[in-house]
């Protein structure tokens, strides 16, 4: 396939938004001409042809099969904006209208004009204006030619109508002051689906449970201690007592599981009872319950699609949504939502045991799907975040639920047949008077003043398409107006991700992100950039989210301008499950890419400040999380092979804490008290350098506890004294020109295997970024 840039001409980064217009194109060429002809080939004899003993009275109305065109904006081989598709057309007219966060070196925007097919898409031509045009910041607008491999000579030649201008990063007041510059007049981030809404409050959780004694102590503003809130419970207790609705999105659910184990206050009407339990009275006492999972294993044996309610859909949200108690005799919507699904292997403390308790806390729950079932461990630690919103912003949970649930309640699943599960299964509160709702008036569903300390202001986010959800327009200018972004036929909901690249241009100081995977940003690996931009590889590529990139671009930007500026990044060990399967190494492999391509860019940056000395690990660090246990009380071992994964893991008392959450903190503005827990909990401690992680002396204080707290994880002599704290060094090397390697003698994961790195292997790319 031939290459679709034209010759090679100096790159320069657009760092900022393109506002992108495409308008219309005309004389496209009949992509589809080949289709007609073997069409009517097979229809020569009349099959399907009209009656032949009469004439068609308008032959010039008979459609005319041609190309189904649609437009793909590319910077670097990334797809940052694209059409919708319009059938049949040669003259389309698409009048679709852009704002893109861009991050990307070129010396060309690319506008690949393609044919839409069912076996795919195919290229028409390209249309392309030189980078230079644009950087000056005026719009460029007109009709372009489109080039491509064809020719007509009676035909004149295709063009594309649109416009462009690029507003440099410098240029946005938006991303001048910080996060929280705006303070009382904060309008969120601009542009997404769900607004942000004031008068909100909002309950913050570091995994499933934090025991009352959790040390060290953290001080906050007025003298205070931070208090750490206790998820599962607090979603227990809110279960029994709601008394209208109970909604649960998850990708899991597993009735036997038991919310609360390690309870701090009593539990209303008695012992603790089992989540399929718990719903199974809820239906029982007249409460709604609805349920939409992924992974269903309750499924096998029927328990909630014969007490409870039965759906199985895709998707990877984790909500819990209920009534809870208002002012006065007044109910209003809480939601629960975050990492954090209510299903076997979830439940942990900061202390993430291996080994302990295994026969009471963790009875029924020993989950570690790295290793064959076994009884004796050591289970797999889970870290994971999560919140409970209430105000405005949780009737924005509620929405997205009943959007979700519209599209997928088709059908109810029964044991003998299948009968239609109609809309009207869900609550309509705005019926009920007695359940505060926002949709007459906001301020009705606001739970805090705005001069009120614990006030909150909350947007809510999602990654989400129209093929998910039922309600979004299906017209392009109102989608645009909703701020949905339409790319052929669907219509998008990006907000999560604009978001977090609003926060990383705002930040001043520091990002400290956790998050269970860690690629992104794939036009900018070096793999990438020295294959050329073919259209196969313009088709293949994913992964091409802006934070790895907006991360990295951060860090130089902030080292030319001689400021103080770290990015602290906790991922897993490895992907949950076996590390040495091919999918993976594979997720390793384009992780290590990830990691490669951000310290290369902030050891230039060193470079051409003449910080010949400075290392990019001053600026830039990634982190796990293991576990390794004291021999202080010999646990049995199974009758696994003495050389086996689980048998050397078993000898160790050691394994990996699986990180699974989604946040990031930046600057400290609005949850100090929060992330300074969560790094008393990673490195068992509290120092005063913690109060400025972006100080040199912090990055090189939390480096050497991470050292060292690896340095115990592979040591192959017993634990005697527990480590301090969990956080370890990400295990690779890196050099002061940014280049990665594994560590010497350490280049696969203690007692799993599977190279740190990773592998390239045959599987898809879509599969594994």
Not at 153 to 170: A, F, G, R, T, V
Request: net charge neutral.
């Amino acid at each position: 396939m031939g290459k679709h840039s034209a010759e090679s001409g100096v790159s320069m980064l657009l760092h900022g938004d393109l506002d992108i217009q495409i308008i219309e194109a005309k004389c496209l060429p009949n992509m589809d001409l080949m289709t007609e002809r073997m069409r009517k080939c097979f229809t020569g004899y009349g099959a399907c042809s009209t009656d032949c003993g009469k004439s068609d009275p308008h032959p010039d109305m008979r459609k005319i099969i041609t190309s189904d065109p649609y437009v793909s904006v590319c910077l670097s081989g990334a797809t940052v904006a694209q059409t919708r598709v319009i059938a049949n057309s040669e003259n389309p007219k698409w009048d679709e209208h852009f704002y893109v966060q861009v991050a990307h070196s070129v010396n060309r925007i690319e506008f690949l004009v393609k044919d839409n097919d069912v076996f795919g898409a195919e290229l028409i031509g390209v249309a392309s204006i030189p980078v230079e045009r644009i950087t000056p910041g005026d719009t460029v607008s007109g009709w372009f030619p489109i080039s491509g491999q064809y020719s007509n000579p009676m035909k004149p030649s295709p063009e594309l109508h649109l416009s462009i201008q690029y507003k440099p990063l410098d240029m946005n007041p938006l991303y001048k002051d910080g996060v929280g510059a705006d303070g009382h007049q904060s309008v969120g981030v601009p542009n997404a689906y769900f607004p942000l809404r004031k008068g909100g409050r909002v309950t913050l959780y570091q995994d499933a449970h934090v025991p009352d004694n959790f040390q060290p102590q953290i001080e906050i503003d007025g003298g205070k201690t931070y208090e750490q809130n206790k998820c599962w419970e607090d979603i227990c207790h809110a279960i029994i007592e709601a008394h209208h609705l109970i909604y649960i999105v998850g990708w899991s659910l597993y009735h036997p599981v038991k919310l609360v184990r390690e309870s701090t206050k009593p539990i209303p009407n008695g012992n603790p009872l089992t989540i399929g339990e718990l719903l199974k009275r809820k239906v029982q006492e007249g409460v709604r319950v609805i349920v939409l999972l992924w992974d269903d294993k309750t499924s096998h044996d029927k328990f909630l699609l014969k007490t409870v309610v039965g759906t199985l859909f895709t998707h990877h949200q984790k909500c819990v949504i209920v009534d809870t108690q208002a002012t006065g005799n007044n109910r209003k919507i809480t939601a629960f939502i975050g990492g954090l699904d209510l299903c076997d292997g979830r439940y942990d403390t900061p202390e993430h045991r291996l080994f302990k308790d295994l026969d009471t806390i963790f009875k029924d729950d020993l989950h570690n799907p790295t290793f064959p079932v076994n009884k004796y461990g050591p289970r797999q630690p889970w870290h994971d975040l999560h919140c409970k919103i209430e105000g405005p912003a949780a009737y924005d949970v509620l929405t997205n639920f009943e959007q979700r649930w519209r599209k997928s309640a088709k059908w109810k699943v029964s044991v003998r047949r299948a009968v239609s599960w109609h809309h009207d299964t869900l609550v309509k509160i705005d019926r009920m008077s007695w359940i505060v709702s926002p949709s007459a008036d906001e301020l009705n569903a606001h739970v805090c003043d705005e001069k009120d300390p614990e006030n909150w202001h909350v947007q809510v986010f999602r990654s989400i398409d129209s093929g998910s959800v039922k309600g979004f327009p299906k017209l392009v200018q109102e989608a645009e107006s909703q701020n949905l972004v339409c790319a052929k036929n669907l219509q998008i909901d990006k907000s999560i991700h604009n978001a977090y690249v609003k926060a990383i241009r705002s930040a001043q100081h520091f990002v400290y992100i956790e998050n269970q995977y860690f690629i992104g940003s794939s036009y900018y690996w070096s793999a990438h950039r020295s294959a050329g931009y073919d259209l196969d590889t313009l088709l293949e590529k994913g992964a091409e989210n802006l934070i790895p990139i907006e991360l990295a671009i951060k860090i130089a930007r902030k080292i030319k301008a001689k400021e103080r500026f770290a990015a602290y990044i906790v991922i897993p060990m490895w992907p949950e499950g076996n590390p040495t399967t091919a999918a993976m190494q594979e997720i390793l492999y384009w992780q290590g890419h990830t990691m490669s391509m951000m310290y290369k860019i902030v050891a230039d940056a060193l470079r051409k400040e003449g910080l010949h000395e400075s290392h990019p690990q001053e600026y830039l660090n990634f982190y796990c999380l293991g576990k390794r246990e004291t021999l202080n009380d010999v646990s049995p071992v199974g009758n696994s092979n003495e050389n086996s994964a689980l048998r050397l893991a078993q000898k160790f008392r050691r394994f990996m804490i699986y990180v699974h959450s989604k946040g990031m903190i930046v600057d400290d503005e609005y949850v100090y008290g929060y992330r300074m827990s969560l790094w008393a909990e990673h490195l068992g401690t509290v120092e005063e350098c913690f109060r400025r992680p972006e100080s040199g002396e912090c990055v090189q204080r939390v480096n050497q506890m991470a050292d060292d707290n690896w340095a115990c994880f592979v040591s192959p002599q017993p634990q005697m004294v527990d480590t301090r704290g969990h956080l370890m060094r990400y295990p690779v090397r890196v050099d002061r020109d940014g280049r990665v390697w594994p560590l010497h003698g350490q280049e696969s994961f203690p007692d799993v295997g599977g190279k740190v790195l990773g592998t390239h292997s045959s599987l898809p790319n879509a599969l594994t970024t």
